[in-house]
């Protein structure tokens, strides 16, 4: 079931299996999220695609039990015990406060000064796995009090000065963020600082945001104020909403690779229909995103040590409700059939095309399958027939591609440029046995298109 936009123009190459030694090429760098240009095709190496999977990859998130919760703390500063106050810096100064030599010193050692203060954060007992993510602007010795017996998974620290804690048990990792340097003994250090102690500001954004590409979480708590001395985490919150138009959980990690589908498989919190047959969950990754999720995924069938088929998809989510460019993929030319509904930018999108590949491997999250692919020693084909669906709507985009081999029905095909492929909508007509495999492509294709638009996110 499938097909990628097909790539033309490249120099003819010898033919050659490929090995577990497959180089993926650098990755590209895709057009900013929310652009006004509509997303084009690109042409690289001679070859054309749809631009939708030209965009770079985060690092796999870390994977944490199913059901875990994240949990949020963010202040300004900590409070001084027992309702003590700050002392301004001239009151620090000892000596002859009528000496402006003595004043200067003690301006320059404690005007300025950031002092370290103390929040306690308390976990009531809960076998629900959960991380917690402290936050704060000032520098902050946090005391984790009753991590004991509270299934806790990971502790992020963050915060423009450096972030210390105390109380967690020596099995829990901590990773630091913080701009300034950690006293903290028993943190990893991490790039990245930032901090947020405000729900309705910008920084709170950000900073869930940056744990969800951390962790992939979403907030199930979040506790904030400018100043404070202790937090209390309990084990039922109610779950943030975030302004999503879905009652579904956001999928916590990855769980896709490594498992099974049949039917459909959901993909950041989007549904994706599956032909008939089982499907192998070969690899989830991200595209770095500031206006929501963006989340990829490639699933495959094996038969007799070849790809028969994949599946390659992108489902992005915005939170800001501008919707997406024009899909311009949509619009292909020379392809062997096509519908498009609707293609309005920041409006109502859905289409489809059925078109060849003679070189699907080069985008980066095409190459990554490739590698997964070459090191279980299955043969990487060099031309691929690819049936593409895009819907869109203000809120979500959801793009998959489906690609088929014809040599599992044993017709090999040369490696050549697009346009003097076989395969090419000019020449296949010319190979009745080419032209009959795409024409039940294209009735696949049209069948499928109604059955992808009618999934709900």
């Given at each position: 079931?499938?097909?990628?936009?097909?790539?033309?123009?490249?120099?003819?190459?010898?033919?050659?299996?490929?090995?577990?030694?497959?180089?993926?090429?650098?990755?590209?760098?895709?057009?900013?999220?929310?652009?006004?240009?509509?997303?084009?095709?690109?042409?690289?190496?001679?070859?054309?695609?749809?631009?939708?999977?030209?965009?770079?990859?985060?690092?796999?998130?870390?994977?944490?039990?199913?059901?875990?919760?994240?949990?949020?703390?963010?202040?300004?500063?900590?409070?001084?015990?027992?309702?003590?106050?700050?002392?301004?810096?001239?009151?620090?100064?000892?000596g002859d406060k009528s000496n402006s030599a003595t004043m200067l010193d003690c301006h320059q050692k404690y005007a300025g000064q950031h002092t370290q203060k103390t929040i306690t954060v308390t976990l009531s007992r809960s076998s629900v796995p959960k991380v917690i993510a402290l936050m704060a602007y000032e520098p902050v010795k946090w005391k984790i009090s009753g991590a004991d017996g509270t299934n806790l998974q990971k502790v992020i620290l963050a915060g423009y000065h450096g972030q210390d804690v105390e109380g967690v048990p020596a099995e829990v990792a901590v990773d630091v963020y913080s701009n300034d340097s950690s006293p903290c003994q028993i943190c990893t250090r991490q790039s990245g600082a930032f901090y947020a102690y405000e729900k309705d500001s910008r920084e709170y954004t950000q900073a869930v945001e940056k744990?969800?590409?951390?962790?992939?979480?979403?907030?199930?708590?979040?506790?904030?104020?400018?100043?404070?001395?202790?937090?209390?985490?309990?084990?039922?919150?109610?779950?943030?909403?975030?302004?999503?138009?879905?009652?579904?959980?956001?999928?916590?990690?990855?769980?896709?690779?490594?498992?099974?589908?049949?039917?459909?498989?959901?993909?950041?919190?989007?549904?994706?229909?599956?032909?008939?047959?089982?499907?192998?969950?070969?690899?989830?990754?991200?595209?770095?995103?500031?206006?929501?999720?963006?989340?990829?995924?490639?699933?495959?069938?094996?038969?007799?040590?070849?790809?028969?088929?994949?599946?390659?998809?992108?489902?992005?989510?915005?939170?800001?409700?501008?919707?997406?460019?024009?899909?311009?993929?949509?619009?292909?030319?020379?392809?062997?059939?096509?519908?498009?509904?609707?293609?309005?930018?920041?409006?109502?999108?859905?289409?489809?095309?059925?078109?060849?590949?003679?070189?699907?491997?080069?985008?980066?999250?095409?190459?990554?399958?490739?590698?997964?692919?070459?090191?279980?020693?299955?043969?990487?084909?060099?031309?691929?027939?690819?049936?593409?669906?895009?819907?869109?709507?203000?809120?979500?985009?959801?793009?998959?591609?489906?690609?088929?081999?014809?040599?599992?029905?044993?017709?090999?095909?040369?490696?050549?440029?697009?346009?003097?492929?076989?395969?090419?909508?000019?020449?296949?007509?010319?190979?009745?046995?080419?032209?009959?495999?795409?024409?039940?492509?294209?009735?696949?294709?049209?069948?499928?298109?109604?059955?992808?638009?009618?999934?709900?996110?």
């Amino acid at each position: 079931m499938a097909v990628l936009l097909g790539p033309w123009n490249t120099p003819p190459k010898a033919l050659t299996k490929p090995s577990a030694s497959y180089k993926p090429l650098g990755q590209a760098t895709a057009p900013a999220l929310g652009q006004s240009l509509p997303i084009p095709a690109t042409t690289r190496n001679g070859s054309w695609h749809d631009a939708t999977f030209d965009v770079s990859l985060s690092p796999p998130v870390a994977s944490f039990p199913p059901g875990t919760e994240l949990h949020i703390i963010g202040v300004y500063e900590g409070a001084l015990v027992n309702g003590q106050q700050e002392q301004p810096w001239w009151a620090k100064c000892v000596g002859d406060k009528s000496n402006s030599a003595t004043m200067l010193d003690c301006h320059q050692k404690y005007a300025g000064q950031h002092t370290q203060k103390t929040i306690t954060v308390t976990l009531s007992r809960s076998s629900v796995p959960k991380v917690i993510a402290l936050m704060a602007y000032e520098p902050v010795k946090w005391k984790i009090s009753g991590a004991d017996g509270t299934n806790l998974q990971k502790v992020i620290l963050a915060g423009y000065h450096g972030q210390d804690v105390e109380g967690v048990p020596a099995e829990v990792a901590v990773d630091v963020y913080s701009n300034d340097s950690s006293p903290c003994q028993i943190c990893t250090r991490q790039s990245g600082a930032f901090y947020a102690y405000e729900k309705d500001s910008r920084e709170y954004t950000q900073a869930v945001e940056k744990l969800h590409t951390i962790t992939g979480l979403r907030p199930a708590s979040f506790q904030g104020s400018y100043r404070s001395d202790r937090f209390y985490i309990n084990g039922s919150p109610q779950t943030e909403q975030s302004g999503r138009p879905s009652s579904k959980a956001k999928s916590l990690t990855d769980s896709i690779s490594g498992r099974v589908f049949v039917d459909e498989v959901v993909i950041g919190n989007m549904n994706l229909p599956l032909p008939e047959g089982s499907w192998q969950g070969l690899l989830y990754a991200q595209s770095p995103s500031n206006r929501g999720s963006d989340d990829l995924a490639v699933l495959v069938r094996i038969e007799q040590n070849q790809l028969a088929e994949m599946i390659v998809v992108r489902a992005q989510f915005v939170s800001d409700g501008r919707g997406f460019s024009r899909h311009l993929a949509c619009e292909a030319k020379e392809i062997h059939a096509g519908s498009i509904e609707s293609n309005e930018a920041s409006g109502p999108q859905a289409c489809y095309w059925v078109n060849h590949d003679t070189d699907p491997w080069i985008q980066p999250i095409f190459a990554l399958a490739a590698n997964r692919l070459a090191a279980r020693s299955i043969n990487l084909p060099t031309l691929l027939v690819n049936a593409g669906f895009h819907k869109a709507d203000k809120h979500t985009a959801l793009t998959g591609q489906y690609f088929a081999n014809p040599e599992i029905k044993g017709m090999s095909s040369p490696n050549t440029l697009w346009e003097a492929s076989p395969w090419h909508p000019n020449h296949v007509k010319q190979f009745p046995e080419r032209a009959a495999y795409i024409q039940d492509r294209v009735q696949w294709a049209s069948t499928w298109f109604q059955i992808f638009k009618a999934t709900q996110p």
